[in-house]
């Protein structure tokens, strides 16, 4: 466990969060986010999975089991469409969305950007 309280630590320091807000993010309280970082307490791993959404990472990253390549693609890929949704034609749009729905399924936050990418 402790590949992970030193991710949670150093993920936590990155995004400048807070055992409290955490906590408010994930749905456990402080006290057992303490207890996870003073490696008092292991997680159970629907709290692992609320942990990790919260920061938008996958679990093979935060346990330390390397990177998640799909994960790493996806959010690159929303990096790139929201910088150029604007110079894509329609047709364009309507294809890219086809192609990623087919290879992007069940990533965080992509009909958050496709909504932007679907002519009116």
Known sequence: MGDFVDRLQSLMTQRGVTQKEL????????????KYLNRERTPRIDVIL????????????????????????FNYARLVLEKTVGKLTD????????????????SDGVFEVFSKLIPK
Not at 23 to 34: D, K, L, P
Not at 59 to 66: A, H, Q, T
Not at 91 to 106: D, F, V
């Open 23 to 34: 906590a408010e993010r994930t749905g456990i309280t402080e006290a057992s986010v303490s």
């Open 50 to 73: 609320n942990i990790a959404k919260a920061f938008g990472v996958s679990v093979d990253e935060l346990m330390g089991n390397g990177k998640s390549e799909t994960a790493y693609d």
């Open 91 to 106: 047709s364009e749009k309507l294809r890219l969305i086809g192609i990623i729905c087919g290879t992007a399924k069940g």
